[in-house]
């Protein structure tokens, strides 16, 4: 002590001790990597994809944040003016029709201190006012005046736009700088959504959940009938899905085969395309040349004009229909869209991802623009069908999100016969993931 005291006040310092090299640290892998590396073809994801935050950050930014989302319908907005807003995990965003009629997207965030500026699930305005400051802009999203600024360039601070397309009555919407062409989903989608009707159309109905699951479990959950016989009792007395190559009788197999090439003649000579997927036949998804969209009409069972409880129709004919006997026109779009369209209602779904183990879901129920509640419809003969079909498939998938959260789940095989559409998504989320990465 004293010795070190003296060399202090005489102005020495200590001898320096040699300092040690630290350890090369080894850049720690990516944990998705090593999630993709334990992946096996043909086998369910392992628990981790449906519960890691990881995984979930690299889903928003390769899956969600690049692909194209269904947002809502265009008569949902009818007017100048009218908007509807929605949340992709953290992003707000809003998609309004401007004066000239198009539509646009806009994220819901103020340029000057990042305050939402629409608060309402729907609305109309006139302009577009920040709550907080009260900057104003246009219904394109241009700023319009920002009192107690000087000096600032307005041209400057519009508000951050979307990439909006629009397909029959469908609006769809990209976050990626530069989004992949719309105009293939365009060509199929379309021609196939006018007969509905989407354009012209009123939504019934509207209800939101929040799902306690991976917003990959309720997507795999749509993409299988393997489920169905023990768990949608409604839903199987008015289609064919729950029957399967591996199980059916001949005398079933006649009946969906007469039933299937009597609706087709009937459909092609009323000028309605029949069970076309996507241009060139191609399996949906298309994994290798990331085909994200898919529609077909298909028969409902002899008896059946509508996914209703009866199967007897629950309101107006929709669109140009001027038989009831069109079968169901079903559309999905990757990562978060399908819809059922009958000849006299439609049902669209929505998936928004809202955490690891959440998934926001919007279930709609589309009418004709001229049906009126009461005398044309009512609510409790249109909805139950899909509302308890979707609300069973809800629980099936937050059962299955407690399930693979457990340290004994091991993923299992999927059914070749059964299961090869929840195959098909999981390669392509996959090659989304692996893609970007």
């Known amino acids: 002590m004293q010795r070190t005291g003296n060399h202090l006040r005489s102005g020495l310092r200590p001898k320096a001790r040699p300092q040690r090299q ?14 993709l590396a334990k992946c096996r073809p043909g086998w369910a994801l392992p628990g981790k994809f449906h519960s890691d935050e990881a995984i979930y950050r690299a889903d928003l930014d390769r899956v969600w944040r690049t692909g194209w989302l269904f947002a809502g319908h265009t008569c949902e907005i009818p007017k100048p003016g009218d908007y509807f807003t929605l949340q992709v995990d953290a992003d707000p965003l809003l998609v309004i029709r401007a004066q000239d009629g198009s539509i646009h997207g806009l994220h819901n965030v103020c340029r000057h201190r990042g305050s939402t500026i629409c608060h309402e699930e729907t609305g109309h305005v006139s302009r577009l006012v920040c709550p907080y400051h009260q900057w104003a802009y246009g219904l394109d999203g241009g700023l319009l005046s920002c009192r107690g600024m000087h000096d600032l360039d307005k041209s400057k601070f519009g508000l951050k736009k979307i990439t909006v397309r629009e397909a029959g009555g469908l609006i769809y919407l990209s976050l990626a700088d530069k989004p992949s062409p719309f105009e293939p989903a365009h060509e199929l989608l379309a021609p196939l959504a006018r007969p509905q009707g989407f354009h012209r159309a009123k939504v019934a109905k509207a209800v939101d959940y929040l799902v306690k699951a991976n917003w990959k479990l309720v997507w795999e959950n749509n993409r299988e009938c393997y489920h169905c016989n023990l768990n949608h009792p409604q839903y199987i007395k008015a289609n064919f899905d729950h029957y399967n190559a591996d199980d059916t009788t001949p005398r079933i197999k006649r009946e969906i085969n007469g039933v299937v090439s009597r609706s087709e003649k009937k459909w092609a000579a009323s000028g309605l395309a029949p ?24 028969p409902l069972v002899d008896g059946y004009l509508s996914e209703s409880m009866d199967g007897k129709r629950v309101g107006p004919l929709m669109g140009d229909y001027q038989d009831a006997d069109v079968g169901t026109l079903r559309i999905r779009t990757l990562p978060n869209f399908w819809n059922h369209s009958s000849c006299d209602h439609a049902v669209s779904t929505r998936l928004l991802p809202a955490g690891p183990q959440l998934t926001a879901i919007r279930v709609w129920w589309l009418v004709d623009e001229k049906a009126e509640e009461g005398r044309d419809y009512q609510l409790e003969k249109l909805m139950p069908f899909w509302q308890l079909t979707s609300e069973q498939d809800w629980e099936i998938c937050e059962r299955q999100q407690r399930g693979v959260n457990s340290s004994a789940f091991t993923p299992g095989p999927y059914s070749t016969f059964k299961e090869y559409n929840v195959d098909g998504f999981v390669q392509w989320y996959l090659k989304m993931l692996k893609r970007d990465a």
């Open 275 to 298: 069970t076309h997927t996507q241009t060139g036949m191609t399996p949906f998804p298309d994994v290798e040349n990331n085909i994200w969209f898919s529609a077909n009409r298909t």
């Open 22 to 35: 630290p350890k090369a640290i080894k850049p720690s892998a990516d944990p998705v990597d090593e999630w």
